[in-house]
């Protein structure tokens, strides 16, 4: 039989132990709660919970098979005329260069790889569409110089702000096994946050009547 003193280095053996494991249990409790909170945050909606480096215009950002060279942003007011409410969009001008290393094709930019990130809890934004050489599906060929492009987002007529910021996405170029183990295939796909660029917009009037 156990002696006495047996018995309570058990009990005491025991209590740390337990207490011991209500420490790790509540430390992986918060671990996760910090990972739904940074993944809540749409990844760059919040400052404090951005994952994703923060840079500001002029500057150059690769994702995925696209290279970005941001130079300025401009919001465009449309006045109020006759026949049309007034209108403001955003419009954000860049170079853009292929740099498909994996496959070289010739693509043009999707539009759901740049978002206007307005802040204050509220939705990004999509873009309107990428135009490259004057037109909005001009196929970028890897291996020739960057070209001049633009895209815009639609906002309200009364939009103002000092900076904006534009969320950027990338592709990476992976197989589907790595996701769902369908096959090793490997191609251009799940785009990601990969940066946030600020820009400090000028105001601009459109009285042509383009929009």
């Given at each position: ?59 150059t950002v690769t994702a995925g098979r ?6 300025k942003a401009e919001i465009v007011r ?134």
């Amino acid at each position: 039989m156990e002696s006495l003193d047996e018995v309570i280095d058990a009990m005491i053996a025991d209590r740390v132990i337990h207490r011991h494991r209500r420490i790790w249990l509540l430390v992986i409790a918060l671990v996760v709660v910090a990972v739904l909170v940074i993944l809540a945050t749409g990844g760059w909606k919040e400052k404090k919970g951005r994952t994703v480096p923060t840079l500001t215009a002029p500057t150059t950002v690769t994702a995925g098979r696209f290279e970005y060279s941001f130079t300025k942003a401009e919001i465009v007011r449309t006045p109020k005329t006759e026949y049309d409410e007034a209108e403001s969009k955003l419009k954000v001008y860049f170079d853009a260069k292929n740099v498909d290393t994996e496959e070289h094709q010739s693509k043009n930019p999707d539009s759901d790889l740049m978002v206007l990130v307005p802040g204050g809890g509220a939705e990004n934004i999509e873009s309107d569409g990428v135009t490259c050489h004057g037109e909005i599906n001009w196929q970028l060929v890897y291996g020739l110089p960057p070209e001049s492009c633009f895209t815009t987002f639609k906002v309200d007529p009364d939009f103002a702000a000092k900076t904006v910021e534009i969320g950027v996405l990338g592709e990476s170029y992976e197989a589907v096994s790595g996701v769902f183990g369908a096959n090793d295939n490997e191609f251009w796909q799940a785009e990601a946050p990969v940066a946030v660029v600020r820009l400090d917009p000028t105001v601009v009037t459109d009285n042509g009547g383009s929009k």
